[in-house]
Antibody, heavy 118, light 107 residues
Framework: EVQLVESGGDLVQPGGSLRLSCAAS????????MSWVRQAPGKGLEWVSI????????YYADSVKGRFTISRDDSQNALYLQLNSLRAEDTAVYYC???????????WGQGTLVTVSS | DIQMTQSPSSLSASVGDRVTITCRAS??????LAWFQQKPGKAPKSLIY???SLQSGVPSKFSGSGSGTDFTLTISSLQPEDFATYYC?????????FGGGTKVEIK
């Protein structure tokens, strides 16, 4: 059974940093691209970033480019998102998602809440 | 960036109704179109990929159709567990983008 479990969400002040983690199990983690998607309170889904197999290719939404960094550790079956220079508008539930062979997101974690506030 | 426009943004329907949700892309996306269902406080769940392929384990009352820029999600006979918010998403090109969502409520 595929499982994705996010952690690391917290209350942080504007300008602060946070590192989110996603622990994966139930599939060959190294064989799939992985992504982060976020959802602000009461709002829709917003794609944040994606990392390819081997970590060689990464893409970011313009809203986070230069502030967030996605990475993966295939030996630990783990996905990460480093969030720097946080802003109030980064407040959201952050989901990790597995990208299937066709390119769609087939499995999602339960999410971790990041709150940026003073 | 490819904009995804869903309509309606919300709808009220009764158990047993046939429901159709529309998603329009601002440019062609080669059928790289997915649909998700999200219930309050829960993660999104994949329903459809490649515009019309059913994700494994998803009941056949859900179907997707369309091509080019215009796509639809149909629920053939609405059941109580189907009341949720539905999102379309294009994965043809980066940045990946979602529609604004359609909230399906009980009439």
């Amino acid at each position: 059974e595929v499982q994705l479990v996010e952690s690391g969400g917290d209350l942080v002040q504007p300008g602060g940093s946070l590192r989110l983690s996603c622990a994966a199990s139930g599939f060959t983690f190294s064989s799939y691209a992985m992504s982060w998607v976020r959802q602000a309170p009461g709002k829709g889904l917003e794609w944040v970033s994606i990392i390819g197999t081997g970590g060689g290719s990464t893409y970011y939404a313009d809203s986070v480019k230069g502030r967030f960094t996605i990475s993966r550790d295939d030996s630990q079956n783990a996905l990460y998102l480093q969030l720097n220079s946080l802003r109030a508008e980064d407040t959201a539930v952050y989901y990790c998602a597995k990208r299937a062979s066709h390119g769609q997101f087939d499995y999602w974690g339960q999410g971790t809440l990041v709150t940026v506030s003073s | 960036d490819i904009q995804m426009t869903q309509s309606p943004s919300s709808l009220s329907a009764s158990v047993g109704d046939r429901v159709t949700i529309t998603c329009r892309a601002s440019q062609g996306i080669n059928n790289y179109l997915a649909w998700f269902q999200q219930k309050p406080g829960k993660a999104p769940k994949s329903l459809i990929y490649a515009a019309s392929s059913l994700q494994s384990g998803v009941p056949s009352k859900f179907s997707g159709s369309g091509s080019g820029t215009d796509f639809t999600l149909t629920i053939s006979s609405l059941q109580p567990e189907d009341f949720a918010t539905y999102y379309c998403q294009q994965y043809n090109s980066f940045p990946l983008t979602f529609g604004g969502g359609t909230k399906v409520e009980i009439k």
